[in-house]
């Protein structure tokens, strides 16, 4: 069965057993689902609402944007859960000749590289997701800014989550030009992720304060 269609109370119960999957790469793309189902929701919130005719057309792009990130966040549930299998599987390759140690040091070496590219996929759609939702927080129904915002909090989170299964990764890829172009790609999206949440946040802050005062 799916972690992506088991119920949440189970899915919960099984990231808290024994077990090493559902791990915390598979759980920053959940964050990053429920990110992309908020900045739906807000849209749909939107659309067809009286004082909101003029944003209807950016409202239903925004939502089906953000339907088709939810979509594929939700499969990178599976997809981390996934590649961290086949990590393990390569790692209990056989080693008992030189050209099975080879096969094996390959294998090892190709399923570390899948299972830092998947969470950085997800981070890279965090950051096509951010934009989508500062526009629902500035121009989206103000009576679900809230969702909104925890929206992008969670997108933040899930990112964040994401590279730093990306950085575990590559502690142990060696390939060292792959290793040097993801961790440089890392970085750069660190620090782009948490100014976006910063900015949002501040923003969404300051339009609060001129309603109130207004």
């Given at each position: 069965?799916?972690?992506?269609?088991?119920?949440?109370?189970?899915?919960?119960?099984?990231?808290?057993?024994?077990?090493?999957?559902?791990?915390?790469?598979?759980?920053?793309?959940?964050?990053?689902?429920?990110?992309?189902?908020?900045?739906?929701?807000?849209?749909?919130?939107?659309?067809?609402?009286?004082?909101?005719?003029?944003?209807?057309?950016?409202?239903?792009?925004?939502?089906?944007?953000?339907?088709?990130?939810?979509?594929?966040?939700?499969?990178?549930?599976?997809?981390?859960?996934?590649?961290y299998a086949k990590v393990m599987e390569a790692f209990h390759m056989?080693?008992?000749?030189?050209?099975?140690?080879?096969?094996?040091?390959?294998?090892?070496?190709?399923?570390?590289?899948?299972?830092?590219?998947?969470?950085?996929?997800v981070a890279e759609d965090v950051l096509a997701l951010l934009p989508?939702?500062?526009?629902?927080?500035?121009?989206?129904?103000?009576?679900?800014?809230?969702?909104?915002?925890?929206?992008?909090?969670?997108?933040?989170?899930?990112?964040?989550?994401?590279?730093?299964?990306?950085?575990?990764?590559?502690?142990?890829?060696?390939?060292?030009?792959y290793v040097s172009k993801l961790s440089a790609r890392v970085r750069?999206?660190?620090?782009?992720?948490?100014?976006?949440?910063?900015?949002?946040?501040?923003?969404?802050?300051?339009?609060?304060?001129?309603?109130?005062?207004?």
């Amino acid at each position: 069965m799916l972690l992506s269609d088991m119920k949440v109370c189970d899915l919960l119960e099984k990231t808290a057993s024994r077990e090493p999957v559902p791990g915390g790469g598979s759980m920053s793309a959940l964050a990053a689902a429920a990110a992309a189902g908020l900045v739906e929701m807000v849209a749909n919130l939107t659309i067809g609402r009286k004082g909101f005719e003029a944003v209807e057309g950016e409202m239903q792009s925004i939502s089906r944007e953000a339907s088709r990130h939810r979509e594929r966040f939700t499969e990178s549930i599976d997809r981390d859960s996934g590649a961290y299998a086949k990590v393990m599987e390569a790692f209990h390759m056989p080693k008992n000749t030189e050209m099975e140690k080879q096969a094996r040091s390959q294998a090892i070496q190709d399923a570390l590289k899948l299972a830092a590219e998947v969470p950085l996929a997800v981070a890279e759609d965090v950051l096509a997701l951010l934009p989508l939702g500062k526009s629902v927080i500035r121009r989206g129904n103000p009576n679900a800014l809230t969702d909104g915002l925890v929206g992008v909090m969670l997108a933040r989170s899930g990112a964040l989550g994401a590279l730093r299964n990306v950085r575990i990764n590559l502690d142990s890829i060696k390939d060292q030009a792959y290793v040097s172009k993801l961790s440089a790609r890392v970085r750069e999206m660190e620090t782009l992720i948490v100014q976006m949440e910063k900015d949002i946040l501040a923003d969404a802050q300051s339009e609060k304060a001129e309603i109130s005062s207004g």
